[in-house]
């Protein structure tokens, strides 16, 4: 390594450091100050091409030869969006200049010559040692000298930064941990030697040179700014990296901006018309060169050309950049401008809504991002996570068997149990529902007793007890949280362990079990076992763990409770709880000082400690006595199963990335009806090499592909057989044109989407690698749902790259913690769930939400919404600009080709952001089709927002057509009618001034019919807007022909008078009737008939509703019905090594628990044993049965 | 490059969000008004063959008897139209196209006879039609100061530069400026009528009420003088083309000269195409029953000073009467007629098409 890139940092001497110049400890994520705001903004606004644009019109306005426009009607325009833009920008730099502030203000204690001293953020310096106490934030990316804890311990946790939400351990360098004391690190001067800052987060490497010895240092030994210190009551740390160097800042790089299809279908069409802008004005530049070399040079003696023009050639040049000035408005500024408003109107319709807002957690649905609206309604795939997204990570204790007796009901049936006059140490939240189980205990029924013994002592929960009874407890996984609450509540309080006790108070006598040995758990032993000596001094070893593994390995004699439990098991499976199966064994003495023996010979072993120790733990956890089983509940959030029903009905495919074991993944996807039983078949891809993971792969997808065949194949022959026998269903497919969609296609869609895949992280890893991706993504888009589990926050991130990469559908990626935050960020809409505890998802999102359930409602009703309004105020928009501006063109040939404007100016300024804008901005912000309740129940409505069938480069360029027909109708019927035609008084019409308005009122009349005909929704607002603007045009334009204005600036209103005169005139009515009726009547017709022959199932579902037929339910019915059974595993969220801790009494100062990551291990065991079960147990599916009427909503 | 996105609120966002959850116990919920939940009252009007099928039959109705009336009333107008320019050798003003001079002191004169085989009752609108003359030439037409012409004394001798080159001649700025008024259409037109023994009659032409009422009151003005024009003006050079000066265009008449002369006001409102009419003159209607002009000979004499044979323009003298929605227009009623059918005939082909393809009243499933 090269030495310039090493930092280097002395302790306690800013002298030293001050030579390299590292940066301080201020942030500042601001991007202006006072001064600077103005021209950085407009610096940064002219970088949009649009505004350069605008402003190089502008410019040529400047050019007296070219200026066919005055030059406010391109700066007026221009103003108003870029100072739109600027109060905006100006408002959120506000915001970050209050946040900077308050973040470089905070306080923290800096030890400057030997003395506490405070010092606000923005002044800790590299090299200073900084004091934290705990629920601190760390100030910046410390080196940890010591702590209070022993050991130089220090826990943090680092929700903010990498999402886990569970505490981490960091420990100092042993020699530096003795310096306890500020007094001792006061004169603490070690050098620390480490790599440049990056934004690697789990990697640190360094050096410590002290005393003449060096210390290699390692991301343990590292506190990251954004961490909090948790349960330590202080600490000491070096600061290493300060500011815009740490991690979290090297981590938080400029978002990607997201463009919605929309978007860039938008650029692709502004730069058509770009182009087409050219070609006008190219075609005009040569009408102009000809018509100035022909008439134009005979004719100067009445006009003589402009003093630099000498010759046509150079006129025609000027010609093409003055028309260029006027035909500009086909595309106009205000588009960008509309659009932003449009969706910003959407985003607050989210905001406000209220069957978005969880009562609950008192949140509202908030759309963080104000430009993606309409990107919902074209949603294809659904990345979901799992833990907090789907489930609410919730684990109640639901029921339990107890030596052959199951108690629990469903949760409606009784009222909740009180315990409180039985356990004053009860946990009020515990809820249970069976009071049997509490008389049985009271009774003092020993298996019982026992059954809770068990749970209190067998486990490595932490507890904290702040004050009397005021327990706390601090469990690794809910999962084990829960059975040790159940117990408390049930009179078998754990209260307290050191490394070798656990104190309980049992039925309220407090006693006292001495633990010789926790036997850990780990995903292949899927158990864990304690060894503990009563105070009667008998030693009993307590076992959980997942029913597959435990039931083998019980004594002979628990046959007939064998054959119950597992009775129960089956059926606590069945809904959907996972379950654990308890048992006990006694130990004598000798059989205990033998195996501790063993034990100890095992753990000291150098070489494969780990399969020793799995041995000897082996070796003990036989002949074991039978308890009984705990169910435990995942809580799924509220109304999932029945969203994702509902989003599969719209098409969408919903794939679940998560973290999660494969077990727990899977039984998951039953549970929310991911997978069901009618399932053809499952597959797993759990490959570890490469070879491996294709082989799965290509199976998958050739039995798949045969499937698709053979059904292909007999309903073939299904259509061929009722066709001869008088062909029932080929009437029905070709005879009747209202359904659209074919029921031969529904048919094909649901067969091939019988099939689910379930892949592993390790799988996946290889399946992501370039040559096999392709594989994956046919294998993983034939299935109709995906399951990912172990996934790591990376991978989730490349799945999501994968389809935007392959499928070219718009994505959406929903999830909860921060290691969702990559997937969030590289779809195209990312949605977090709020309401939980880290919020980093959510700042990460586009959407946030308190409950998964709102997503259904998100998609299909807003995005649906925008989606159709976007769509509609843009085929509107190019239209109306396209016939107001074309008529120049048409002009062009009668005015030789001079650029000379139909309208009067103010005219031109004032149509787009006046006389036009609101009435379809109304639109686009109200229009509705079918109301929202309308949209979920007819999931099908959806489709055409992912068939992009609303406004793509057809309808554009019928949009573009209707707008040329509608420019042609306006200037030749005027041109037909007034060039002979005279007022009532004898007065010529056919003066300019008369033209002009004439043919801006048609303009506008023509173009508020065509708003009113494609306006579906008329609130109040669309009214107003609609009658509100032609009013608005009639008196603007008296105003402007007014003799008041004319009398102040005379050169400035030509046209006084014009209006009056004009408009007296019936010839002139009589023409802008004409002129609409020949716009409008074809559009008319074409709708009609488009409606009439060619029906939507929107047009269709908003007929209905005109004529109030009696409306179907969706069959609920279906949703709910689970079907089949699953035996649900042990599904442990359960780290090893905690016991080793325990016993290790490292931590056992702490009230809470150190988890550290470990490598995920997996085993396939299990999900053999289901798929052999599955295939015993259930016949499978053929495609007789799977009739595609029962999958849909009719 | 600092990270903009980076916010950090985002730090201390779980510190806050927790902070502001128990601080305040504010009900986030929003508002249950139907504006912010999206149900305000709406109409939702749907193409329905009720109601777009008698739009249709509704338009056709009133489209064609309009037509056919614009077309009758049109056809009652009585129009008369000759050209004059001279372009063959055989027409009477030949020789004063051909010899055409701008600097010529000494006017040509031409004469051209025509009959009247009908005769006009009423009032009788008498124009001057030029065609290929580009008034709506983007130069041509901001070539003008609507101060000055407004009376403006500074925009007199300072006109605005939009007249370039029309603007100055020599130091001496031109009043009125620009190229429209220095193209002043200045043919004399005067017309008599022959009777049947052949002695000559002037018919009496009104050249006043011919300009719009605001451009003769409120647009154009005199600058103030004391009533004295040549005064006014006395500093102002009269335009290139003129032969005489702004203030003798109708010495006669002091509220017919200067900028409020109606011809030069009928002239100063640009045309919108390149073939035009302008009006000239009104003939009135003559007490009693005699019409305007009766059937028979006349005799228009013309002062030829207006050159348009260089760029190929045409001069054309029209003679009309007008009716109700003025001069003759057979276009609009034809246009209404046609109109008027083809909106009935598609109102019959998309009521047969709906009977025999439409089955949407019959079924109320939705398809899925």
């Known amino acids: ?1194 | 490059m600092m990270a903009s996105s980076y916010n950090a609120k985002e730090e201390d966002g779980h510190h806050s969000g927790a902070s502001s959850g128990t601080g305040v116990s504010k009900n986030k919920k929003p508002d249950n008004t139907a504006f912010k939940q999206q149900r305000l009252p709406a109409w939702q009007p749907i193409l329905t063959a009720g109601s777009v099928l008698p739009a249709f039959f509704v338009i056709g109705l009133i489209f064609i008897p309009i037509g056919i009336g614009l077309y009758v009333t049109s056809n009652n107008i009585k129009e008369f139209e000759i050209d004059y320019t001279g372009v063959s050798s055989d027409s009477p003003c030949y020789n004063c196209a051909k010899n055409f001079t701008w600097n010529t002191t000494e006017p040509c004169v031409c004469t051209v006879n025509f009959t009247l085989h009908q005769p006009f009752e009423s009032n009788v609108f008498m124009y001057y039609g030029l065609s290929n003359f580009y008034q709506n030439h983007r130069r041509y037409v901001k070539s003008r100061d609507d101060r000055q012409l407004n009376g403006d004394l500074s925009a007199l001798t300072d006109p605005s530069k939009e007249c370039e080159p029309y603007r100055k001649s020599g130091d001496v700025s031109i009043a009125p400026c620009g190229a429209i008024a220095n193209s002043l259409f200045n043919d004399t037109l005067v017309l008599y009528y022959v009777d049947s023994n052949n002695s000559i009659s002037e018919i009496p032409l009104v050249k006043k009420g011919i300009a719009w009422w605001t451009d003769k009151h409120v647009k154009f003005r005199n600058p103030a003088g004391n009533g004295n024009l040549t005064l006014a003006f006395k500093d102002t050079a009269k335009p290139v083309n003129w032969a005489k000066p702004v203030y003798e265009l109708d010495p006669l008449d002091p509220e017919n000269n200067g900028f409020i002369n109606e011809d030069f006001i009928v002239w100063m409102r640009t045309a919108a195409l390149p073939t035009f009419r302008k009006l000239y003159r009104i003939i009135q209607k003559k007490s009693g029953a005699t019409p305007t002009l009766p059937n028979g000979n006349y005799m228009l004499n013309i002062t030829y000073n207006y050159p348009v044979l260089s760029f190929d323009g045409r001069k054309r003298l029209i003679l009309s009467t007008i009716s109700w929605m003025g001069g003759k227009n057979p276009f609009l009623g034809i246009a209404y007629i046609t109109v008027g059918s083809i909106c009935f005939c598609l109102g019959v082909v998309l009521l047969i098409i709906h009977h025999k393809y439409d089955n949407r009243n019959t079924s109320a499933d939705i398809p899925s």
């Open chain 1, 1 to 1194: 390594m090269c030495v310039c890139e090493e930092r280097r940092v002395r302790a306690n001497d800013r002298e030293y450091n001050e030579k390299f110049q590292y940066a301080s400890n201020c942030i500042m994520t601001s991007k202006y100050n006072i001064i600077t705001f103005l021209p950085v903004n407009l610096f940064e606004q002219f970088q949009e091409v649009a505004n350069t644009y605008f402003l190089f019109l502008l410019i040529l306005q400047l050019i007296p030869q070219i200026s066919s426009l005055s030059w406010f009607t391109t700066i007026v325009p221009l103003a108003l969006v870029l100072s739109i833009t600027a109060v905006k920008d100006a408002t959120d730099d506000y915001f970050r200049h209050k946040s900077d502030n308050q973040v470089n203000n905070r306080q923290s204690q800096v030890l400057i010559r030997g003395s506490l001293q405070n010092e606000k953020w923005m002044n800790v310096r590299v090299g200073d040692i900084i004091k934290l106490e705990n629920n601190q934030f760390v100030a910046a990316d410390l080196l940890l000298l010591s702590s209070t804890e022993p050991h130089g311990l220090c826990y943090i946790e680092t929700a903010e930064l990498d999402g886990e939400t569970n505490m981490k351990v960091r420990q100092s360098v042993s020699v530096t941990s003795e310096l306890g004391d500020p007094n001792n690190l006061a004169s603490f001067d070690g050098e620390v030697v480490c790599e440049p800052p990056n934004n690697k987060l789990d990697r640190f490497s360094g050096t410590l040179y002290w005393r003449e010895k060096k210390y290699s240092l390692t991301n343990q030994n590292m506190l990251l700014r954004g961490c909090v210190l948790r349960n330590t009551e202080a600490c000491y740390g070096l600061v290493i990296f300060a500011g815009p160097d740490t991690k979290l800042m090297q981590n938080s790089g400029r978002t990607k901006f997201k463009r919605t299809s929309i978007d860039r279908l938008m650029n692709t069409l502004v730069l058509w018309i770009f182009g087409f802008l050219v070609c006008m004005g190219m075609i005009l530049a040569v009408g102009n060169a000809g018509w100035e070399k022909e008439v134009g040079s005979l004719f100067q003696s009445y006009l003589a050309w402009d003093t630099p023009v000498n010759n046509f050639l150079f006129s025609a040049f000027l010609s093409f950049w003055s028309y260029v000035i006027i035909l500009n408005t086909v595309v106009p500024i205000s588009l960008y401008v509309s659009v932003e408003v449009i969706r910003l109107g959407h985003s607050y319709f989210i905001n406000w809504d209220q069957q978005m807002f969880c009562s609950q957690c008192n949140t509202a649905a908030e759309a963080r991002t104000t430009t993606l609206n309409e990107e919902l309604g074209q949603v294809e795939y659904i990345f979901s996570d799992k833990t907090g997204t789907l489930t609410q990570n919730i684990m109640t204790f639901n029921k339990c068997s107890i030596n052959g007796q199951s108690y629990g009901k469903d949760t409606h049936t009784t009222c909740r149990l009180d315990f409180t006059p039985f356990n004053p140490l009860a946990d009020p939240d515990f809820c249970f529902y069976d009071d049997k189980l509490l008389e049985s205990v009271k009774v003092g029924d020993s298996c019982t007793h026992e059954f809770f013994r068990l749970l209190s002592l067998c486990h490595t929960v932490m507890s904290e007890e702040k004050s009397e009874g005021e327990l706390v407890y601090k469990a690794q996984s809910p999962d084990e949280g829960a059975l040790v609450t159940a117990a408390r509540n049930f009179g078998f309080v754990f209260r307290s362990r050191t490394p070798g006790t656990i104190t309980t108070t049992e039925m309220g006598r407090t006693v006292t079990y001495s633990l010789l040995a926790i036997l850990d758990f780990n995903n292949i032993r899927k158990r864990m076992s304690v060894i503990v000596r009563n105070p009667e001094g008998r030693i009993r070893l307590y076992c959980k763990g997942a029913d597959t593994v435990l039931l083998e390995r019980l004594h002979p004699c628990n046959q007939e409770v064998m054959s119950i439990t597992s009775d129960h098991l089956n059926e606590y499976a069945t809904d959907g709880l996972r379950t654990l199966a308890l048992a006990y064994r006694d130990l004598s003495e000798d059989e205990w000082e033998a195996w501790s023996e063993s034990h100890r010979f095992a753990d000291k072993a150098t070489d494969c400690r780990e399969d020793r120790l799995a041995a000897a733990y082996e070796e003990i956890e036989q002949n074991m006595m039978l308890l009984g089983a705990t169910a435990i509940e995942d809580k799924l959030q509220e109304g999932v199963p029945e969203t994702i029903a509902v989003l599969s009905l719209a098409n969408i495919k919903i794939w679940v990335l998560t973290g999660d074991k494969q077990e727990t993944a899977v039984n998951i996807g039953y549970s929310c009806k991911m997978l069901t039983d009618d399932m053809t078949e499952v597959f797993i891809i759990s490959g570890h090499t490469v070879q491996s993971v294709r082989q799965e792969l290509r199976s998958a997808l050739l039995m798949w592909a045969l499937f698709v065949f053979l059904s292909r194949r007999a309903r073939e022959r299904m259509i061929e057989l009722s066709r001869r026998r008088g062909g029932g269903v080929g009437k029905q497919l070709h005879g009747s044109p209202p359904p659209p969609p074919l029921p031969l296609s529904n048919l094909m869609d649901n067969i091939s989407g019988e099939f689910a895949l379930v892949i592993n992280g390790h799988s996946l890893a290889h399946a992501l690698e370039a040559d096999m991706e392709a594989e994956f993504v046919s294998t993983a888009c034939a299935c109709k749902a995906v399951i990912c589990c172990r996934v790591t926050p990376l991978q989730k991130a490349q799945v999501v790259e994968l389809i935007k990469k392959h499928k070219k559908a718009v994505t959406l990626a929903i999830g909860d913690g921060a290691n969702d935050i990559s997937m969030i960020k590289s779809a195209h809409i990312g949605v977090g769930i709020s309401g939980q505890e880290g919020i980093q998802a959510v700042l990460a999102s586009d959407y946030s939400f308190s409950q998964f359930r709102f997503l259904q409602r998100l998609l299909l009703v807003h995005g649906r919404w925008s989606y159709l309004r976007m769509c509609r105020f843009l085929c509107y928009f190019f239209y109306k600009n396209f016939a107001f501006t074309m008529v120049h063109f048409w002009f062009g040939f009668f005015c030789g080709f001079s650029a000379q404007t139909v309208y009067d100016q103010y005219f031109i300024t004032l149509f787009n952001i006046v006389y036009t804008s609101l009435p379809v901005l109304a639109m686009g912000i109200f229009d509705q089709d079918v109301p929202d309740h309308r949209s979920l129940e007819y999931p099908k409505l959806y489709e055409p927002g992912q068939l992009n069938l609303l406004f793509n480069k057809r309808e554009f360029f019928i949009c573009i057509a209707q707008g040329i027909y509608t420019s042609v109708v306006l200037f030749f019927v005027p041109y037909a009618v007034l060039s002979n035609a005279t007022q009532s008084n004898g007065v010529p019409l056919a003066d300019y001034q008369t033209f002009a308005v004439t043919t801006a009122t048609a303009l506008v009349i023509v173009v508020s019919v065509q708003i009113v005909l494609d306006t579906g929704f008329w609130t109040v607002f669309n009214h107003v807007f609609v009658w509100g603007s032609l009013g608005s045009y009639f008196i603007i334009m008296f105003a402007l022909h007014s003799q008041t204005l004319f009398r102040i600036f005379p050169n400035q209103f030509h046209f006084v008078g014009s209006a009056q005169s004009t408009l007296l005139q019936p010839v002139v009515w009589l023409t802008i009737a004409l002129a609409t009726a020949i716009c409008i009547v074809p559009v008319l017709a074409f709708r009609f008939l488009k409606l009439d022959l060619k029906p939507q199932l929107s047009d269709t579902v908003r007929y209905t509703q005109l004529v109030r037929q009696k409306r179907r339910k969706p069959p609920e019915g279906r949703l709910g019905a689970r079907g089949g059974s699953r035996r649900s595993g042990y599904a442990f969220a359960h780290q090893e090594g905690f016991g080793e801790l325990i016993t290790s009494g490292k931590n056992m100062r702490l009230s809470s628990l150190a988890l550290a990551s470990f490598a995920s291990r997996h085993s396939s065991s299990w999900i053999d044993t289901l798929r052999r079960k599955k295939h015993t147990h259930t016949p499978p599916s053929t495609s007789g049965e799977c009739s595609p009427e029962t999958n849909q909503i009719k």
